[in-house]
């Protein structure tokens, strides 16, 4: 089962910054969580759309500008980064999981790989990109067709794991609650992988490994490891 450190070492260190994803890059996590919005046409990794929960600002993202966002303390001194600073750390070390959040991130998010392409070298295979708006997801896949996708849901669809195989995702990514065997085994059954959110304890862990998921969440990457 493989340990996806959610929102980079987020238990530990300040969720979505620099830091956070150094420390699950240390961890050797197979692969990295990250949350982005877009603000001035620019990715930014941050998971609300309201600074307060994770910053020392307030109010909402779309009513600052980019340099005020960057001027803000994300914990311990962090700052949000952008989304091409993570593709720049990442450098394709481990798999970077790009959550969408905003549903105006589609196209900056496909211009701004074509360039990481480019002038990083980043490799497509190393991402991956989800979202729980499946709209978004189609779209990418559409201009993408090379990319990976991992279609979320916080709920058990009545049709389990079709509305992934719809969207020719990758994965289906499954909240930790709503997740059963028949869901595992529809998944697998075409050819899906099976990720689930947020693992953060050994007993939930056992229980989905035994219920053969591919990959868990997690916010501790490097006790997971133990469990
Ligand atoms: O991608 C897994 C998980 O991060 C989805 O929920 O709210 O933590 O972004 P959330
Ligand atoms: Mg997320």
Excluded at 36 to 63: A, K, M, P, W, Y
Aim: glycine residues 6%.
């Amino acid at each position: 089962m493989q340990i996806i450190a959610h929102r980079g070492a987020s238990g530990t260190y300040p969720e979505n910054t620099l830091l956070a994803i150094e420390q699950a890059l240390l961890a050797k996590a197979d692969g990295i969580e990250i949350d982005v919005f877009c603000v001035e046409n620019t990715l930014v990794v941050i998971h609300d759309q309201n600074v307060s929960r994770t910053t020392n600002g307030t109010g909402f993202l779309s009513d600052l500008t980019l340099k005020q966002l960057q001027q803000l303390d994300a914990g311990s001194g962090q700052q949000v980064p952008i989304l091409w600073q993570v593709l720049q750390l990442v450098n394709n070390q481990t798999l970077l999981n790009i959550e969408l959040k905003g549903a105006d991130t589609a196209e900056p998010l496909l211009e701004l790989l074509k360039k990481a392409e480019t002038e990083l070298g980043t490799e497509p295979d190393k991402l991956l990109i989800s979202s729980f708006n499946h709209p978004l997801l189609k779209y990418i896949k559409t201009q993408r067709p090379d990319l990976k996708t991992g279609a979320l849901t916080a709920s058990l669809p009545l049709d389990y794991a079709a509305f992934a195989s719809e969207l020719g995702a990758w994965s289906v990514n499954c909240d930790k609650d709503f997740i059963d065997q028949q869901m595992v085994a529809d998944a697998h059954q075409r050819g899906l992988k099976v990720l689930v959110y947020t693992v953060n304890d050994a007993v939930t862990a056992a229980k989905m490994q035994q219920l053969g998921v591919d990959g868990i969440f997690c916010n501790y990457p490097q006790q997971a490891r133990s469990w």
